[in-house]
């Protein structure tokens, strides 16, 4: 099978997949949400996902009872039914279905999707074009709630202009990409915007830092200027499936190139650490 969803126990093909009308993500995005490589049908970094996911439940108070071994049996039997070697995952929780009305409703019971389909790792040797948006999520981006709309609006720009992604910034700062993390080299140092609440705290953000440091080359957590990022040595995107993505136009500018063997570096490192994990 090609792909494979799963809504509160009924497994289909994900087109023929039903949820009811009255699911609170349909009117309210009152939800959260994650996403995971899988290869060869095993998760990589399964357990930060896990915790991540949890702590979103947590913020949004949503009473997701499941347990985390629960929860794996189930995405692993949905990933077992999809024959590619190579797949994302996708499975969010929402606070339930009842009738539409915005405090909690009463005795409403979370509602698991799931869904997975083959998805090849991104080409991490071609240069990307980028493009630069103001910022105008709500205040708690590290939260992966499924409430995504002005990163739908991004990605959509991104696209209609020939490009990859859609740097955010707000007042000059740069925060982080529409569905990803930004990387910068400058003078030999990786440096990417702290884990507060402007961005969400990507796992394979934090996986680059951690080799990073394991190489010797240091790593600062604070956050770049627009003016800084185009004077970069080198930007990175990074994502579940962009691993160290390299950027050569920001904004129709050309940018980076100029330290690609420290770039291709990292890169290696990561596939390496990435392959050897699963």
Known sequence: MENIGYYNGVFAPVEELMIPACDRGVYFGDGVYEALRVERHRFFALEEHLSRFR??????????????????????????????????????????????????????????????????????????????????????????????????????????????????????????????????????????????????????????????????VPVDETAFTLEEAYDADELMVTSTSLHGLPVCELEGKPVCGRDEPLLRKLQKAYREYFYGSI
């Not at 040797?125 to 493009?131: D, F, G, N, P, S």
């Not at 007042?171 to 990417?192: I, Y």
């Open 55 to 216: 702590a979103s439940l947590a913020f949004l108070r949503i009473p997701f009872e499941m347990t985390d071994e629960a929860l794996v049996a189930i995405l692993q039997e949905t990933v077992d039914r999809v024959e590619s070697e190579s797949q994302q995952i996708y499975f969010q929780v929402t606070r339930g279905s009842a009738m539409r009305t915005h405090a909690f409703p009463e005795g409403a019971q979370p509602n698991l999707l799931i869904f997975t389909r083959g998805v090849p790792l991104a080409d991490i040797v071609e240069r990307r074009r980028l493009i630069v948006l103001p910022d105008t999520r709500w205040g708690h981006c590290n939260i992966k709630s499924i409430n995504l709309i002005p990163s739908v609006l991004a990605a959509q720009a991104a696209k209609e202009r020939g490009c990859t992604e859609a740097v955010f910034h707000r007042d000059g700062v740069v925060t982080e990409c529409s569905s990803s993390n930004l990387l910068m080299l400058k003078d030999g140092v990786l440096r990417t915007a702290p884990t507060d609440e402007r961005i969400l705290p990507g796992v394979t953000r934090g996986h680059f830092l951690m080799l990073a440091r394991e190489l010797g």
